[in-house]
């Protein structure tokens, strides 16, 4: 009887030890792809950060007012041809 | 063959023959026993007393700590557009003790990183443990490097900030060092926000520092937040063009402009002349790095004025039309005399004092208080004590304590000499003309909703009346007709001052205007001022009066604020829109 009991004890244990080995194997796993789409996201971020740069170095006052002024030949407005639109109250 | 062989057998070798003494083997086990007894010792030492020491060494040869580096926050203007962001770079770094390179691969890395290679050889030489070779690389750069697998070469992560405003953002922003850390600027004022904590990251490393498995985070990194400014794009963009335009023209040394919502006291453009640009910073002077709005105090001169009559006419002292005598050109109080810079033959009005920009018609004014009624108006518009924006290095300016106030001083004073301010107190305490009597503290990032604790300096009436007179000095008659804006009713004061060096006054001037635009409700203050214009003349009036109108008539605009003065319908544009039927005519003709 004694002997028994015994037997199903140390089943359990070695069950319970490799439980904690695959555990800590697929916990390993989770981790790294969770590293990996990490890693992911942040050169996303960084891509994203790079392409505001390059939008706002196209987008610059400086440049806009160049092109629109140069290439498209606008101006500001003389006073004369503003027509102020009220806001109706 | 004959066998001729003596048979030696383990029974009959001849040596056990002899008789050994019995000491011999106690002698040989007890030499065993000591020996295991020793070893037995030494396990127990190591297993239980020094367990934990060793553990501890044995770890750091395979696990290790590392940094995971955070990004700092990024900077937008008010309406989001980036003035600052990050992105990361390599440095590359040697161990001089295992970097044991062959010449061929030393040329190689030297190309790499555009260094000389003897520079790059005595880098290796070095006796130190680590030595940067190179840092703030990109990316790509880096990674050729890293494929060559050189021994000994390592490479970090890190950031370099970016700032694609440049030059036009420059004193705003500031910037900062190889470190990532603030330096000037916004960058430093804010850097608690904008600076992230780097997370940490426990790994197992082999014997050449790759990682071989990614173990828990320790903590995790903490993203710089980001910070959005109430800065204007455009319109900094607007000053910006214009301060420099300025420069130029009037061969200035320095210059600066401030432009600030008066409804909401946040501030929308910022800009000082010279400038650098921060994504480049070999050759930065203190002149360039100077901001002249926060940092620098002056001696306002004539913008000054409008206070003492605001108090005037607050306390009831003077109304508007009341007639002030300054016909004399001249005024005498102890032993100095304060003069006007052109006679005025006629006895005038407050509000004339004002727009012709009296010396002695406002020095009359305040003789009306005393030096503790004037300190305190002082004191409430702010001048003497930092704004604490926060901002690095503000200056305070100088106001000395009433007590102590002569009074020629007090007298020089009311016309602004004798005390000292920045640009950007003077352009808050016009805040006052320009919100009806209230004063509001200033904001360098977008707030939402509009200020609610104001403080009360003036009266609406006396607000009311100041602004009509401040727009009469835009007005024909008035100092500043330049200053006017197509359109828009607008007010403000002129100052020309004399600099101060070592103490006394030097025939070189500092032009400024402060002014504010609609007058009927007013929505901006702009304030701009010009250190040494050296190009003909140095009156506010001629100096700075075109550049103020000039960013106020594109800030208006760019706000899409509603005009408030008639607009003269110009020939100009019904001429060309003939010319343009003329030319169409003739070409339907040809």
């Given at each position: 009887m004694k002997m028994r009991f015994d037997a199903v004890l140390v089943a359990l244990t070695v069950a319970s030890a490799l439980g904690v080995v695959s555990a800590q194997h697929q916990a390993r796993k989770l981790y790294a792809e969770f590293e990996r789409e990490q890693a992911r996201a942040h050169s996303l971020e960084v891509e994203w950060g790079q392409l505001q740069l390059e939008q706002s170095t196209w987008a610059a006052h400086a440049r806009v007012e160049k092109l629109a002024r140069e290439r498209l030949g606008m101006r500001p407005p003389v006073p004369g041809q503003v027509l102020v639109v009220e806001p109706s109250s | 063959m004959k066998k001729n062989q003596r048979a030696v057998t383990f029974n009959h070798n001849p040596l056990l023959k002899r008789e050994l003494p019995m000491w011999r083997p106690r002698f040989l086990l007890l030499a065993l026993l000591a020996g295991s007894m020793t070893l037995a010792g030494r396990a127990l030492y190591l297993q239980g007393?020094?367990?934990?020491?060793?553990?501890?060494?044995?770890?750091?040869?395979?696990?290790?700590?590392?940094?995971?580096?955070?990004?700092?926050?990024?900077?937008?203007?008010?309406?989001?557009?980036?003035?600052?962001?990050?992105?990361?770079?390599?440095?590359?770094?040697?161990?001089?003790?295992?970097?044991?390179?062959?010449?061929?691969?030393?040329?190689?890395?030297?190309?790499?990183?555009?260094?000389?290679?003897?520079?790059?050889?005595?880098?290796?030489?070095?006796?130190?443990?680590?030595?940067?070779?190179?840092?703030?690389?990109?990316?790509?750069?880096?990674?050729?490097?890293?494929?060559?697998?050189?021994?000994?070469?390592?490479?970090?992560?890190?950031?370099?900030?970016?700032?694609?405003?440049?030059?036009?953002?420059?004193?705003?922003?500031?910037?900062?060092?190889?470190?990532?850390?603030?330096?000037?600027?916004?960058?430093?004022?804010?850097?608690?926000?904008?600076?992230?904590?780097?997370?940490?990251?426990?790994?197992?490393?082999?014997?050449?520092?790759?990682?071989?498995?990614?173990?828990?985070?320790?903590?995790?990194?903490?993203?710089?937040?980001?910070?959005?400014?109430?800065?204007?794009?455009?319109?900094?963009?607007?000053?910006?063009?214009?301060?420099?335009?300025?420069?130029?023209?009037?061969?200035?040394?320095?210059?600066?402009?401030?432009?600030?919502?008066?409804?909401?006291?946040?501030?929308?453009?910022?800009?000082?002349?010279?400038?650098?640009?921060?994504?480049?910073?070999?050759?930065?002077?203190?002149?360039?790095?100077?901001?002249?709005?926060?940092?620098?105090?002056?001696?306002?001169?004539?913008?000054?004025?409008?206070?003492?009559?605001?108090?005037?006419?607050?306390?009831?002292?003077?109304?508007?039309?009341?007639?002030?005598?300054?016909?004399?050109?001249?005024?005498?109080?102890?032993?100095?005399?304060?003069?006007?810079?052109?006679?005025?033959?006629?006895?005038?009005?407050?509000?004339?004092?004002?727009?012709?920009?009296?010396?002695?018609?406002?020095?009359?004014?305040?003789?009306?208080?005393?030096?503790?009624?004037?300190?305190?108006?002082?004191?409430?518009?702010?001048?003497?004590?930092?704004?604490?924006?926060?901002?690095?290095?503000?200056s305070g300016g100088r106001l000395r304590p009433a007590k102590s106030w002569k009074p020629i001083e007090q007298a020089t004073m009311s016309y602004g000499h004798g005390i000292s301010v920045s640009l950007i107190q003077m352009a808050r305490a016009y805040l006052a003309f320009a919100r009806d009597g209230e004063l509001v503290p200033l904001s360098l990032t977008r707030l939402e909703g509009r200020p609610s604790n104001g403080r009360r300096i003036f009266s609406v009436e006396t607000a009311r009346a100041m602004r009509t007179m401040l727009e009469s000095v835009t007005q024909t008659g008035g100092t500043a007709t330049r200053a006017q804006v197509a359109g828009y009713r607008v007010g403000g004061k002129t100052g020309t001052a004399l600099k101060i060096e070592n103490g006394r006054y030097v025939k070189r001037y500092i032009a400024s205007f402060v002014g504010f635009a609609p007058v009927s409700n007013p929505r901006l203050v702009v304030a701009v001022m010009i250190d040494e214009p050296s190009a003909g003349s140095y009156y506010a009036g001629t100096v700075v009066g075109p550049l103020f109108s000039r960013i106020m008539e594109g800030s208006l605009r760019s706000l899409g604020v509603a005009p408030d003065a008639p607009l003269t319908p110009l020939h100009l544009a019904r001429r060309q829109s003939e010319e343009s039927e003329a030319a169409g005519v003739a070409q339907e003709s040809m």
């Amino acid at each position: 009887m004694k002997m028994r009991f015994d037997a199903v004890l140390v089943a359990l244990t070695v069950a319970s030890a490799l439980g904690v080995v695959s555990a800590q194997h697929q916990a390993r796993k989770l981790y790294a792809e969770f590293e990996r789409e990490q890693a992911r996201a942040h050169s996303l971020e960084v891509e994203w950060g790079q392409l505001q740069l390059e939008q706002s170095t196209w987008a610059a006052h400086a440049r806009v007012e160049k092109l629109a002024r140069e290439r498209l030949g606008m101006r500001p407005p003389v006073p004369g041809q503003v027509l102020v639109v009220e806001p109706s109250s | 063959m004959k066998k001729n062989q003596r048979a030696v057998t383990f029974n009959h070798n001849p040596l056990l023959k002899r008789e050994l003494p019995m000491w011999r083997p106690r002698f040989l086990l007890l030499a065993l026993l000591a020996g295991s007894m020793t070893l037995a010792g030494r396990a127990l030492y190591l297993q239980g007393v020094n367990n934990d020491f060793l553990q501890a060494k044995g770890e750091s040869r395979y696990a290790r700590t590392i940094e995971i580096p955070a990004t700092r926050g990024r900077i937008t203007d008010r309406h989001g557009d980036m003035l600052a962001v990050s992105t990361p770079v390599r440095s590359v770094w040697a161990m001089p003790a295992d970097a044991k390179l062959e010449p061929a691969q030393v040329r190689e890395l030297a190309r790499m990183l555009e260094m000389d290679v003897r520079e790059l050889n005595e880098k290796l030489a070095s006796q130190r443990d680590f030595v940067y070779l190179k840092r703030q690389l990109s990316p790509e750069v880096a990674q050729r490097i890293a494929d060559l697998e050189l021994p000994g070469i390592h490479q970090q992560r890190e950031f370099r900030r970016y700032y694609p405003g440049g030059e036009v953002m420059a004193h705003i922003l500031g910037f900062t060092n190889v470190e990532d850390r603030g330096q000037e600027g916004i960058e430093l004022a804010f850097d608690k926000q904008l600076a992230g904590e780097p997370g940490l990251r426990r790994v197992i490393k082999d014997r050449r520092g790759q990682i071989i498995e990614g173990a828990e985070a320790v903590r995790p990194p903490r993203e710089g937040e980001e910070v959005a400014l109430s800065i204007d794009g455009k319109i900094q963009y607007l000053a910006w063009s214009a301060l420099r335009d300025t420069m130029k023209e009037h061969k200035a040394k320095a210059g600066a402009a401030v432009v600030i919502d008066s409804r909401s006291g946040e501030i929308l453009a910022m800009v000082n002349a010279p400038t650098f640009n921060p994504n480049n910073r070999r050759n930065l002077t203190g002149e360039q790095l100077r901001n002249r709005v926060f940092t620098d105090s002056f001696e306002p001169g004539s913008i000054m004025k409008p206070f003492i009559a605001g108090l005037a006419l607050d306390r009831g002292k003077v109304r508007p039309t009341t007639m002030i005598d300054a016909t004399a050109g001249r005024m005498t109080i102890g032993t100095a005399t304060i003069s006007d810079s052109h006679r005025h033959a006629k006895p005038m009005t407050v509000a004339e004092v004002i727009q012709k920009s009296s010396n002695i018609g406002t020095v009359k004014l305040a003789q009306h208080f005393t030096p503790t009624e004037m300190w305190q108006l002082f004191d409430d518009l702010g001048f003497g004590k930092p704004l604490n924006l926060g901002f690095p290095g503000e200056s305070g300016g100088r106001l000395r304590p009433a007590k102590s106030w002569k009074p020629i001083e007090q007298a020089t004073m009311s016309y602004g000499h004798g005390i000292s301010v920045s640009l950007i107190q003077m352009a808050r305490a016009y805040l006052a003309f320009a919100r009806d009597g209230e004063l509001v503290p200033l904001s360098l990032t977008r707030l939402e909703g509009r200020p609610s604790n104001g403080r009360r300096i003036f009266s609406v009436e006396t607000a009311r009346a100041m602004r009509t007179m401040l727009e009469s000095v835009t007005q024909t008659g008035g100092t500043a007709t330049r200053a006017q804006v197509a359109g828009y009713r607008v007010g403000g004061k002129t100052g020309t001052a004399l600099k101060i060096e070592n103490g006394r006054y030097v025939k070189r001037y500092i032009a400024s205007f402060v002014g504010f635009a609609p007058v009927s409700n007013p929505r901006l203050v702009v304030a701009v001022m010009i250190d040494e214009p050296s190009a003909g003349s140095y009156y506010a009036g001629t100096v700075v009066g075109p550049l103020f109108s000039r960013i106020m008539e594109g800030s208006l605009r760019s706000l899409g604020v509603a005009p408030d003065a008639p607009l003269t319908p110009l020939h100009l544009a019904r001429r060309q829109s003939e010319e343009s039927e003329a030319a169409g005519v003739a070409q339907e003709s040809m």
